[in-house]
């Protein structure tokens, strides 16, 4: 499912993943499910706001989540990992909450790919996405660009 908003000072696309199941992470970086999106700024703007929003759990009695942002670097064609991206997530007792991921791309003029990954820090620190608790309601994740 897709929304397109466009205003005179911005456009925002909204990408909206349907999710039946939790996302297991493991102790390494694999893509993070919705978060996968291609934007191209307004030629007005100089900056892109790229947005993430999902839920995390815990797995065992404390958790230890590390995320970074990718782009897709079309003149080697792989996915590099964007300079000061990332984002640990740490809890020393059991819970839940919501993963809100933000950054500002500076000075962007064409089109950009850009996606999470996502791993647990150890086998003794894991966790899910896209869950509760009870692990019995899943929550849609989101992804959102803006140019500003």
Same mark, same amino acid.
């Given at each position: 499912?897709?929304?397109?908003?466009?205003?005179?000072?911005?456009? @925002?696309?909204?990408?909206?993943?349907?999710?039946? &199941?939790?996302?297991?992470?493991?102790? /390494?970086?694999?893509?993070?499910?919705?978060? /996968?999106? *291609?934007?191209?700024? &307004?030629?007005?703007?100089?900056?892109?706001?790229?947005?993430y929003?999902?839920? =995390?759990? $815990?797995?065992? /009695?404390?958790?230890?989540?590390?995320f @970074?942002?990718?782009?897709?670097? *079309?003149? *080697?064609? /792989? =996915?590099?990992?964007?300079?000061?991206?990332?984002? *640990?997530i740490?809890?020393? @007792?059991?819970?839940?909450?919501?993963?809100?991921?933000? $950054?500002?791309?500076?000075?962007?003029?064409?089109? @950009?790919?850009?996606k999470?990954?996502?791993?647990? &820090?150890?086998?003794?620190? &894991?966790?899910?996405?896209?869950?509760?608790?009870?692990?019995?309601?899943?929550?849609?994740?989101?992804?959102?660009?803006?140019?500003?």
């Amino acid at each position: 499912m897709t929304y397109t908003n466009d205003k005179t000072f911005f456009k @925002k696309t909204i990408l909206v993943n349907n999710t039946t &199941e939790r996302q297991d992470l493991t102790d /390494s970086f694999a893509d993070v499910v919705g978060s /996968s999106i *291609t934007y191209t700024p &307004e030629t007005y703007a100089n900056n892109v706001l790229y947005e993430y929003v999902t839920t =995390w759990v $815990y797995k065992d /009695s404390t958790s230890k989540l590390n995320f @970074k942002l990718l782009e897709y670097n *079309t003149g *080697t064609s /792989s =996915w590099d990992t964007v300079p000061g991206s990332y984002l *640990t997530i740490k809890s020393t @007792k059991s819970g839940s909450g919501q993963v809100n991921f933000r $950054y500002i791309f500076n000075s962007v003029s064409s089109q @950009k790919q850009m996606k999470l990954q996502c791993k647990e &820090e150890s086998s003794s620190t &894991e966790g899910y996405l896209h869950t509760n608790e009870d692990n019995d309601r899943f929550y849609d994740p989101y992804v959102m660009c803006s140019s500003i």
